[in-house]
C-alpha cells in the first residue's frame, strides 16, 4: 500500500513538473535584443507587459503536447482586456446553439434582435450580409475579421452574461469575468439585461429567446484598478482624477492562452474538455480568424480603413505597407483600447511547419490620461509587437523537432 501511494505521489510530482511554466526564457531573448527591447524592458511597470509562449511538440500521431513560457505574468495586476472577450463570445455563441438542440436552429438562421430595457437597440437587418439578414455567422465573421463591437454585443445578449462567466468557470478560466457589452457605455443595471431575440429560417420561427436578467455579481481580487492622472468623462471633459477600472471586463493573459490552445488543438483534451463545437464551427472560426479583412466579399471593407494587417498585430505589427507571407496564417484575437494592446494568437507557417502560441500585452500612456485617445502605439505597443511575434518566429524557425507536424487541418479555404 505505501509503495503504491509512494508511486502515485511520484507520478503526480513529475506531472506537475511537466506542466511548470518557464519564467527566464522570453526575458533572457527579450534581453539579448536591446536594440529591439530596451525601451520596453526598460520600464516594465510603465509598459505593463506579460507575455505566455507555448512551444507545440506532436507525437508520430500528430496528437500535440505543450511547454510554455511566460515573462511577468501576474493575473491580479489588472489591464483592460479590450477585444480579446469577443473570442470568447464567439465560441460561447456556438456552444449555446449546439447545446440548445432546437430543430431548424443554426448559427445561420436568421436573428431578429427586439427590446425590452432602457438602453437596448434593435436588429431587423444588417446590410454587410449578402442576403440582409442578420445571423449568429456573420456576426461572428465580423467580431473576428475586424473586431465589430456591435456584432460582438449581439453575441453577448444572445448567450447572456450569466451563461458566459459559466461557461469561464466551467473551462478553469477563473481568473477572468466579461460583465458588458462594449462602446456603448454599458453598465449598472444595463448590463445585466439583454434583449428578447427570435430566430427565422424564411419565414418560420424556430426559436424564441425572452429577455434575461442576471443578478450576480463576478467580484475578483485585482490591483492597479485605479490609474493615471486624469481622464476624459463622456462630454470629453478632462477630470483631473485617477480613473477606474473598477467593474470592467477581465481576461488574464493565462486565461486567454488557456482558451486559444484549447480552440485550436481540440485533440490535445479530452472529450469532456473540449469546446462543444461542431466541425462547421471550428471550420468558420479558423477561417475568419485567419482571413484577412482585404479577403472578405461579405462583409466588404475599404482597404483604406481595414487593410491586410489590421488584426495581425503580432508579427506585422499592424503595418500598413507590411509584405504579407504567403505561407504565414495568423490565427488571433486582438484587442485595442486606453492605451493597452493585447493580442492572443496561433501562428503556423505552413512551408517550414512552424506552429506556436503567442499572448501578450503592453501598454503606453505617457501622459497618463485616459480615454483621451492619446497613446504611443505606433511608437511603442506595434512595434513591441511586431518584434516579439517575430523573434518568437526566428526562434521556432531554428527549433528541432522530433516529429513534423501535419498542420493540414488549419489550411482553410478564404474565397
Known amino acids: ?93 456556438l456552444e449555446k446553439v449546439n447545446e440548445l438542440k432546437i430543430p431548424g436552429l443554426t448559427a445561420y438562421s436568421t436573428m431578429i434582435t427586439d427590446t425590452a430595457f432602457k438602453g437596448q437597440t434593435p436588429v431587423n ?48 478560466m477563473t481568473e477572468s469575468r466579461i460583465l458588458n457589452r ?11 439585461n439583454t434583449n428578447p431575440i427570435r430566430f427565422y429560417n424564411g419565414d418560420k420561427l424556430v426559436y424564441s429567446q425572452p429577455a434575461q436578467y442576471d443578478p450576480k455579481n463576478y467580484p475578483l481580487e485585482l490591483n492597479h484598478l485605479v490609474v493615471g492622472v ?12 485617477p480613473y477606474s477600472f473598477a467593474n470592467k471586463n477581465v481576461f488574464t493573459i493565462k486565461d486567454q492562452h488557456a482558451l486559444m490552445k484549447r480552440l485550436m488543438t481540440p485533440e490535445a483534451y479530452t472529450p469532456k474538455e473540449r469546446f462543444n463545437l461542431t466541425s ?12 484577412l479583412p482585404t479577403e472578405s466579399d461579405y462583409p466588404k471593407y ?19 505597407n507590411a509584405v504579407i507571407d504567403p ?12 492605451g493597452f494592446i493585447i493580442d492572443n494568437a496561433y501562428i503556423v507557417d505552413f512551408k517550414n511547419k512552424v506552429e506556436f502560441f503567442l499572448t501578450a500585452v503592453v501598454q503606453s500612456n505617457e501622459d ?10 505606433e511608437t511603442v505597443c506595434y512595434p513591441f509587437m511586431k518584434n516579439l511575434g517575430r523573434s518568437i518566429y526566428e526562434h521556432e524557425l531554428q527549433r528541432k523537432k522530433v516529429n513534423e507536424p501535419n498542420l493540414d487541418k488549419y489550411v482553410m479555404d478564404y474565397k
Open 1 to 93: 500500500m505505501q509503495k503504491a501511494i509512494t508511486s502515485l505521489l511520484l507520478l503526480i510530482s513529475t506531472s506537475v513538473m511537466a506542466q511548470q511554466t518557464d519564467t527566464t526564457f522570453l526575458k533572457k531573448l527579450l534581453e539579448s535584443k536591446p536594440e529591439l527591447f530596451s525601451g520596453v524592458l526598460n520600464h516594465p511597470n510603465k509598459n505593463e507587459i506579460q507575455i505566455m509562449y507555448t512551444q507545440v511538440n506532436r507525437d508520430k500521431n500528430n496528437k500535440p503536447s505543450f511547454k510554455t513560457f511566460s515573462c511577468r505574468i501576474n493575473p491580479k495586476h489588472y489591464f483592460y482586456p479590450a477585444s480579446t472577450v469577443k473570442l470568447a463570445a464567439v465560441i460561447f455563441a
Open 125 to 172: 437587418k444588417d446590410e454587410s450580409a449578402e442576403n440582409g439578414k442578420p445571423t449568429l455567422a456573420h456576426y461572428i465573421k465580423k467580431v473576428l475579421l475586424t473586431s465589430d463591437n456591435d456584432a460582438y454585443n449581439r453575441l453577448f445578449e444572445f448567450i447572456g452574461r450569466a451563461e458566459i462567466n459559466a461557461k469561464l468557470k466551467k473551462y478553469g
Open 182 to 192: 462594449l462602446a456603448i457605455g454599458d453598465g449598472g443595471e444595463n448590463e445585466k
Open 230 to 241: 486624469g481622464y476624459m468623462d463622456s462630454n470629453e471633459q478632462l477630470v483631473e482624477k
Open 280 to 291: 462547421d464551427d471550428y471550420k468558420l472560426i479558423y477561417t475568419y480568424m485567419s482571413k
Open 302 to 320: 475599404d482597404a483604406k480603413e481595414f487593410w491586410p494587417t489590421y488584426a495581425k498585430m503580432l508579427f506585422y505589427g499592424r503595418e500598413k
Open 327 to 338: 505561407n504565414i496564417r495568423i490565427f488571433d484575437k486582438y484587442g485595442d483600447s486606453y
Open 368 to 377: 497618463g490620461i485616459y480615454n483621451d485617445g492619446k497613446y504611443e502605439y
